[in-house]
């Protein structure tokens, strides 16, 4: 298995991509990237030196993933969303030595149109709505949406909304794989996967 890269896309020498991997249309990846297998970067994707992509991501068109963000197996970045790497930019003041760190975590969703401040951690299997801005740490399997966001719900791995409070204690089974949740204060964990 190989990694097919259009002719309009530059990947920089340097750049690690891993195999089986798609760099669609007018995409720049730079020198320094680390990108897994089985990633899709869509149409005028760009990727930074100091990038590290994981397994099986896909990142939709017109996505810039700049500097400091790390993003672990399996996320799905949507169309036009956004990453930043300096909290309060200016033109004429050059601050990279100032860049966040942002971690987005295995399995997680980041809607269409999203922001992503930097210098936060979107958990585990978190789902992030169209258009939200998230400007603070997002739990795993959290639900967020808004602006600013907030959470309104717990998702599953597979993605489906669970029946459960934001805080207290429950249980819930996912209906498609039988996973089951438990959820204690405000942190929700995978109590045992299903047979699905």
């Given at each position: 298995?190989?990694?097919?890269?259009?002719?309009?896309?530059?990947?920089?020498?340097?750049?690690?991509?891993?195999?089986?991997?798609?760099?669609?249309?007018?995409?720049h990846v730079c020198g320094g990237a680390r990108i897994g297998r089985g990633v899709?970067?869509?149409?005028?994707?760009?990727?930074?030196?100091?990038?590290?992509?994981?397994?099986?991501?896909?990142?939709?068109?017109?996505?810039?993933?700049?500097?400091?963000?790390?993003?672990?197996?399996?996320?799905?970045?949507?169309?036009?969303?956004?990453?930043?790497?300096?909290?309060?930019?200016?033109?004429?003041?050059?601050?990279?030595?100032?860049?966040?760190?942002?971690?987005?975590?295995?399995?997680?969703?980041?809607?269409?149109?999203?922001?992503?401040?930097?210098?936060?951690?979107?958990?585990?299997?978190?789902?992030?709505?169209?258009?939200?801005?998230?400007?603070?740490?997002?739990?795993?399997?959290?639900?967020?949406?808004?602006?600013?966001?907030?959470?309104?719900?717990?998702?599953?791995?597979?993605?489906?909304?669970?029946?459960?409070?934001?805080?207290?204690?429950?249980?819930?089974?996912?209906?498609?794989?039988?996973?089951?949740?438990?959820?204690?204060?405000?942190?929700?964990?995978?109590?045992?996967?299903?047979?699905?």
């Open positions: 298995m190989s990694v097919s890269i259009h002719a309009s896309a530059i990947v920089d020498e340097g750049a690690q991509i891993g195999e089986g991997s798609r760099v669609w249309h007018f995409v899709s970067l869509g149409q005028n994707v760009f990727v930074g030196n100091k990038v590290v992509i994981g397994d099986h991501c896909k990142i939709q068109n017109n996505v810039s993933v700049y500097d400091n963000v790390t993003l672990e197996e399996g996320v799905f970045c949507g169309p036009s969303m956004v990453f930043t790497n300096v909290y309060n930019p200016r033109s004429l003041i050059e601050r990279k030595s100032e860049y966040r760190v942002t971690l987005v975590g295995k399995g997680a969703t980041l809607g269409a149109n999203c922001t992503i401040v930097c210098g936060t951690t979107i958990g585990k299997f978190a789902l992030v709505g169209a258009g939200a801005v998230i400007n603070r740490d997002v739990p795993d399997f959290a639900l967020m949406v808004g602006v600013p966001a907030r959470q309104v719900g717990w998702m599953s791995r597979f993605g489906e909304r669970l029946p459960l409070p934001l805080q207290g204690h429950g249980e819930a089974i996912c209906p498609h794989t039988g996973d089951r949740y438990a959820l204690e204060d405000r942190i929700l964990r995978l109590v045992s996967a299903g047979q699905a």
